[in-house]
């Protein structure tokens, strides 16, 4: 039986064993491009986040395009791309109980990290710690800009800004702020306007700093939504986007600046008159931002989802036999790839390598 280690460069991709994420590396590093050539000529920085991608391979692609370092979701995303060879990572998230900070720590000896905080216990613990160890780590301030999920507020930021420049295993950055609540709005002039307000409010926050002589080097933001938007806004420094490098369902339905890259390839198992059933389900395709699309061939509705199987309608009389393949399009890459061991690429049909999710379920 042919499996997934001995696949041989140059077979067809439909010959990759069902189903598995594929991805078409022309478009990707064709996505990585466009976005790197508009940040530069934007004259911000790049620092994409691999929260979509979870793998070392990508993340290089992206540094060797342009980008500054990377961002990762947890701490075990950022271990695994540590050991990958990624030298610069930035966590926009809290690290706070003990055992995770000490393993920040190590991943610190190996790459530049920097993490975002928003309380002053925690501070205080994760300069203790990397005091202790004779390191220090560099933090950004997250400051709510409107997701009101985690951040510091406008009225508290000196004080707490203040507070890190006394901690001797500290050093501050600078701050960031994420507008998720603005990246999927359909509407681009609505899009517009509300992700203006969040920024705006985040470069109030470095206005406010500076006019109390905080230097403010790195001020950070930006989904995939919203890079053309935020990128223009005068101050910000860097973009966290991470879903523009394969595009999902519904990214697509909000802009088609980058295509889409990455489909769930699938098996034919069971036909019956205008219904057939493909070998994908819930544990290897996510619905948390709807049910996902068949794309190839046409003509075929997605219906449901169980655990294993898929059962589609035909809408038109398509030639399709069990066994026959399906490409399917995920709603949203990020919780898809979380339920798979490796990626699949090809470039125009044919298997170019396969590339382990190493990134894969390390939300701890």
């Known amino acids: 039986m042919t499996t997934a280690e001995n696949y041989k460069k140059g077979i067809q991709i439909t010959e990759i064993d069902t189903p598995s994420i594929i991805v078409d590396l022309n478009i990707a590093e064709e996505n990585i491009k466009k976005m790197q050539n508009f940040a530069n000529d934007n004259s911000v920085s790049m620092r994409p986040h691999s929260k979509t991608n ?9 540094i060797e395009a342009g980008a500054i370092g990377i961002c990762c979701a947890k701490l075990g995303e950022a271990e695994m791309m540590a050991a990958g060879g990624v030298k610069e990572i930035l966590i926009p998230n809290q690290i706070v109980t003990p055992e995770k900070i000490k393993r920040l720590v190590e991943v610190n000896k190996k790459s530049k ?10 501070v205080s613990k994760l300069s203790e710690e990397f005091e202790k160890n004779s390191m220090k780590l560099g933090v950004i301030i997250e400051v709510n800009v409107g997701m009101d999920r985690c951040g510091v507020e406008l009225d508290e930021i000196v004080d707490f800004a203040k507070n890190i420049n006394d901690k001797s295993g500290l050093d501050f950055e600078g701050i960031m702020g994420y507008e998720g609540h603005t990246v999927n709005i359909g509407n681009f002039e609505d899009r517009v306007n509300e992700t203006t307000k969040a920024m705006n409010k985040l470069i109030k926050a470095k206005d406010i700093l500076e006019e109390n002589n905080i230097s403010v080097n790195i001020v950070s ?3 995939t939504g919203t890079y053309n938007i935020t990128s223009k806004i005068p101050g910000i420094t860097e973009l966290q986007c991470g879903s523009y490098i394969f595009m999902d369902g ?8 980058f295509q889409p890259a990455l489909s769930l390839l699938c098996t034919v198992v069971s036909r019956r008159d205008n219904r057939i059933v493909i070998d994908c389900g819930l544990k290897s395709v996510s619905m948390d931002q709807g049910l996902p ?4 061939p046409r003509g075929i509705k997605l219906v449901s989802l169980s655990e294993e199987h898929c059962k589609c309608e035909l809408e038109d009389d398509v030639d399709i036999q069990v066994g026959d393949k399906v490409f ?3 709603m949203h890459s990020d919780t898809t790839i979380n339920l798979h061991d490796n ?12 590339v382990e999710i190493v990134g894969r379920g390390k939300f701890k």
């Open 328 to 330: 399917v399009r995920p």
């Open 221 to 223: 933001a930006s989904g």
């Open 54 to 62: 979870k793998s070392p391979y990508w993340a290089k692609k992206q």
């Open 293 to 296: 699309e068949v794309v190839y």
């Open 250 to 257: 519904n990214y697509l339905k909000v802009f088609d600046d």
């Open 343 to 354: 990626y699949f690429v090809h470039r125009d049909g044919i298997f170019d390598e396969k």
């Open 113 to 122: 990290v920097m993490i975002a905080v928003e309380n002053y216990d925690n």
